[in-house]
């Protein structure tokens, strides 16, 4: 009964480190490492006008907003590892105590 008792903390910790990197794999998009590209970038049109000819112009509020998205996703990632660090030494800390 003593032993479930201490082993409770240390399964919910464990718990608490695999839905992290659950929510991690989740954000970079299923696989570490992975790029993603779009597949129109590298198929031939035959159209005359396509959508860089649309738009020669650079939009630097599309750049801007693009930059914020960017900024808000390493936070969370960041968030997330930040997370599962302090679980992990949350757990040695309690290993260490028994």
């Not at 954000?27 to 992975?34: A, C, I, M, N």
């Not at 790029?35 to 599309?62: F, G, I």
């Amino acid at each position: 009964m003593e032993l479930v008792a201490l082993l409770k903390p240390i399964l919910n910790t464990v718990t608490i480190v695999l839905k992290t990197q659950k929510c991690l794999n989740t954000l970079r998009g299923g696989k570490v490492g992975q790029v993603n590209y779009d597949k129109e970038q590298y198929t031939y049109s035959d159209s005359a006008e396509t959508e860089s000819t649309k738009k020669a112009r650079l939009d630097l509020n599309d750049l801007l907003k693009r930059a914020k998205d960017q900024q808000r996703s390493d936070k969370k990632n960041n968030l997330v590892i930040l997370s599962a660090v302090v679980a992990v030494i949350g757990v040695v800390v309690l290993i260490l105590n028994l």
